[in-house]
């Protein structure tokens, strides 16, 4: 098993950053510009056990995963499953901490690659790729929250969003 860990610390409450992701309409705000995603089943709420099917396009290559919110804690974490993705297994966990006036994103991905040695030969790619996908998300999330605030769709305590 592999595993990834991004810590981002985000200048607004907890609960208000939880709220965000529980509006799975939003991955595709903060996914980074060259994977396309489209959500095949939307609704509003988000609680345990729903199921999200999503839609994946990057480089002319689309794939379908299906996600299981597996467990919520409001407002301290969401750990998402894949019960089909490209991946052999797939958790991602959200955990959201208040630090003084940041929240802590801390995300934890738990993977393991198909193809048995092929997959073993193409694990630093896809590491790298993971890292890339984190890396620009944070820019697209901070600019998500700027504009949502601009747009007043969201109210961030104080009008904060900066990411560190």
């Known amino acids: 098993m592999e595993t990834f860990e991004k810590i981002t610390l985000i200048d607004c409450s907890e609960k208000e950053l939880f709220d965000f992701h529980l509006d799975t309409n939003n991955i595709k705000l903060i996914t980074p510009k060259h994977t396309k995603v489209e959500l095949l089943d939307y609704e509003d709420s988000t609680y345990e056990g729903k199921i999200v099917k999503i839609k994946t396009t990057r480089a002319f290559i689309c794939m379908n995963w299906i ?15 894949a019960l089909k993705s490209p991946f052999s297994y797939w958790e991602h966990s959200h955990i959201f901490t208040q630090k003084g006036n940041l929240c802590e994103l801390k995300d934890n991905i738990k993977f393991k690659l198909p ?6 030969l193409i694990l630093p790619f896809i590491k790298k790729d993971i890292k890339n996908m984190f890396a620009m998300s944070k820019k697209a999330f901070k600019a998500t929250l700027t504009k949502l605030i601009d747009e007043k769709k969201i109210n961030l305590e104080n009008d904060r969003v900066c990411l560190i």
Do not use: H, T
């Not at 996600?67 to 499953?81: A, F, R, S």
């Open 67 to 81: 996600i299981k919110i597996e467990k919520l804690q409001y407002p301290n974490l969401m750990v998402d499953i």
């Open 115 to 120: 193809f048995g040695i092929f997959g073993k």
